[in-house]
């Protein structure tokens, strides 16, 4: 049994929602790596409000990223001790070819959410 067990909180990324994270909190878990696990629904496919969520640091607390988790990890300046990323960048858009195109793609995309 590990003495310094992590705390992870798991953000997904575009379009999914937190349960993309069960099958690695369920080995994390299962290998005893951790002591706590939260996952933040950035709430694409729910009718819960609860995108605002006050985070405390807690003693060995990791973050794991994906795609748009990160931007949303960057903006809200969530305190950890690490950070584990999955294809996310700070700004997505801004780093791709036409992304005057992309922007306008993505704001369709988000008025079939609204």
Known sequence: MRNNKFNFIFIHGWGLNKSIWDNLI?????????????????????????K???????????????SYGFHWFLKNQIKCIG???FFGSPDY?????????????????IKNFK
């Open 93 to 109: 858009i801004n780093y791709q070819i036409l992304s005057k195109r992309k922007k306008l793609m993505l704001t369709k995309m």
């Open 52 to 66: 605002k969520l006050e985070l405390n640091f807690i003693k060995n607390q990791i973050v794991v990223t994906h």
């Open 83 to 85: 950070l584990i990323n």
């Open 26 to 50: 369920n080995l994390l878990t299962k290998k005893n790596f951790c002591s706590s696990t939260f996952c933040i629904d950035l709430n694409f496919f729910s009718e819960d409000e609860e």
